[in-house]
C-alpha cells in the first residue's frame, strides 16, 4: 500500500495539471472573446461607414466611375481599419466567408461591395501581449501558492498522519493495544490520540469478556432448562411406578427405560461440555423406540380420560440417534397429553413408509393451537396450552425436537385446528438395508 506521502504527492501532481489546463482553456476563451469583440465592432463601423456614404457611392456606381468608387472605398479602409472593401460589378458569388453589401436603388442595381476582415488583425497583440503577461503572471502566483501550499500540508498535516499511521503499525491486534507503548519520536498530540486508543481498546476489551462471560451464562441457563424440560417424564414415571407395590414385568421395563433415559440425558450433558464429540447417527429401527415411548405414557395416563394408540407398518429405518430420538417423542407425546388433559381424547401415533422417507405422525383431539402461535411454533420460548403446568411452557420440546430432526436432514411440520386437535409429522430419509 503507498505511504501517505506518495498518495499526497499524486494528488498535489493532478491538481497541478487540472489547474494548467484550466490557464490554458481561460487563455484561449480570452483570445476568441477578443477575435469576436473586434470582429463585431469592426463589422458594425463598416456597415456605417458604408451607409454614412451610401448616395455618394450609389452615385459613382451608377455613372460606372469604378476607380473613384474603389478609391472611395479606400478612404473608408483607412478610417475603419481592419477591413477590406472590393467593389464588384457582376453578381458572381465569391470563395471564401467574406460579406457582400448590395449596391441597389429602386430597381436598379449596381453590382456589391465585398467586405473582407483581416483576421491577423483582428486578434489585436496588444492585448494579446497583455493577456500573455497577466496569465504568466497568475501561474507564477500559482507555482509560489502551490510550493507554499506542499510545505504548509506537508508539514502540518501530513507529517502527523504519518506519525499516526506509525503509531497504527505498532500493534497487530486491538488486544495487544492496551500494552503497546508509541513510538519514538511522537509529538505530544499523537501521544495524546495513542493514549485514547489505548483507554478506548481497554473498554472494548472489557466489554467483550463480559459479553463472553453472559453468553456462557445464557448457555449454561438454556442447557439447564432443557435437561429440567428432558428429566422431568422419565423422573414421573419412576415415581409412579415407585408408589405400585405390585410391579408386572412391563411396569419393570417402563422403569428401566426410564433409568436409561435418564442416564442418557447425563451423558448428553457431559457431551455438551466438551467432554466427548456429539452424538453419532445410526441406522435403527424406529418401532422400538415408539412403542416403549407410548408405553411409558400409557402407565402415565393410567386413571385418566386419555387414549393412546398407535399404527405400525413393516419395520421401518433411519438414521438417527435413538436417545435423542426417545426425547423427540416423549416430549411430543407430553405436548398431546397438556392438550388433551382437561376434556380428555384421543392421540394417535402412526408409522407409515411414504416413498423414500419415514414418516412419524402423532396426531390428537385436543385443543388445537390458534394460528398467530402455530406460525411461531418452534421459536424458543413460543408455547400453548400449557397454563395450568407451573413446570412446563417454556416451549424447549418443539424447539429440540425441531432442531434435531432437521438435523437429521428430516422435516418437521405442525398443523392444527383450533378446538378440534393438532398433529405433528416428522419424515426422516429412509435408510433400510
Not at 455618394?56 to 475603419?80: G, K, R, W
Not at 496569465?135 to 502566483?141: D, G, N, R, S
Amino acid at each position: 500500500m503507498p505511504s501517505l506521502g506518495t498518495l499526497f504527492k499524486e494528488q498535489f501532481r493532478r491538481l497541478f495539471g487540472f489547474v494548467l489546463v484550466l490557464f490554458f482553456l481561460f487563455t484561449v476563451a480570452s483570445i476568441g472573446f477578443v477575435f469576436h469583440s473586434n470582429k463585431v465592432a469592426i463589422d458594425n463601423a463598416t456597415m456605417q461607414a458604408i451607409a454614412g456614404n451610401r448616395s455618394h457611392i450609389l452615385a459613382l456606381a451608377y455613372n460606372s466611375n469604378a476607380e473613384a468608387l474603389q478609391m472611395l472605398l479606400q478612404n473608408l479602409e483607412e478610417s475603419i481599419g481592419r477591413v477590406k472593401l472590393t467593389y464588384h460589378k457582376s453578381d458572381a458569388p465569391l470563395e471564401g466567408f467574406n460579406k457582400k453589401i448590395p449596391l441597389q436603388f429602386a430597381e436598379d442595381y449596381f453590382g456589391y461591395i465585398e467586405v473582407e476582415f483581416l483576421w491577423w488583425d483582428l486578434l489585436d497583440f496588444r492585448f494579446m501581449a497583455l493577456l500573455l503577461v497577466a496569465t504568466i503572471c497568475l501561474f507564477a502566483l500559482f507555482l509560489l501558492g502551490y510550493r507554499r501550499l506542499r510545505l504548509l500540508f506537508a508539514g502540518e498535516v501530513l507529517q502527523p498522519l504519518e506519525q499516526l499511521n506509525d503509531l497504527i503499525a505498532v500493534f497487530d491486534r486491538i488486544e495487544d493495544l492496551p500494552h503497546t507503548q508509541p513510538p519514538s519520536p511522537t509529538s505530544a498530540e499523537m501521544k495524546n490520540i495513542f493514549e485514547a486508543f489505548k483507554t478506548t481498546a481497554q473498554v472494548l476489551a472489557e466489554k467483550e469478556e463480559k459479553e463472553r462471560e453472559n453468553r456462557a451464562l445464557r448457555a449454561r441457563s438454556e442447557l439447564a432448562s432443557q435437561v429440567y424440560h428432558d428429566i422431568a417424564s422419565p423422573l414421573t414415571a419412576l415415581k409412579l411406578v415407585s408408589q405400585i407395590q405390585a410391579t408386572s414385568a412391563e411396569e419393570m421395563e417402563i422403569i428401566r427405560g426410564a433409568v436409561d433415559r435418564i442416564e442418557a440425558i447425563s451423558q448428553d450433558l457431559r457431551l455438551k461440555k466438551g467432554e466427548r464429540s456429539g452424538h453419532e447417527l445410526e441406522s435403527v429401527s424406529l418401532q422400538s423406540p415408539v412403542e416403549e415411548i407410548i408405553a411409558e405414557k400409557k402407565l402415565l395416563l393410567q386413571g385418566q380420560n386419555i387414549e393412546i394408540d398407535s399404527e405400525r407398518s413393516e419395520p421401518l429405518y433411519s438414521r438417527i440417534n435413538p436417545v435423542e430420538f426417545k426425547r423427540v417423542l416423549s416430549n411430543l407425546l407430553n405436548n398431546s397429553i397438556e392438550a388433551t388433559r382437561e376434556k380428555g381424547g384421543r392421540i394417535h401415533v402412526a408409522l407409515r413408509k411414504l416413498g423414500k422417507h419415514n414418516s412419524i405422525l402423532i396426531s390428537d383431539t385436543g385443543k388445537g393451537i390458534p394460528p398467530h402461535i402455530l406460525s411461531k411454533l418452534g421459536e424458543r420460548g413460543t408455547t400453548f396450552g400449557k397454563e395450568g403446568d407451573s413446570g412446563a411452557g417454556s416451549g424447549l420440546g418443539i424447539y429440540h425436537a425441531k432442531n434435531t430432526v432437521q438435523a437429521w436432514n428430516g422435516t418437521f411440520e405442525v398443523r392444527s385446528t383450533l378446538d378440534q386437535g393438532t398433529s405433528v409429522n416428522i419424515c426422516l430419509p429412509d435408510s433400510a438395508p
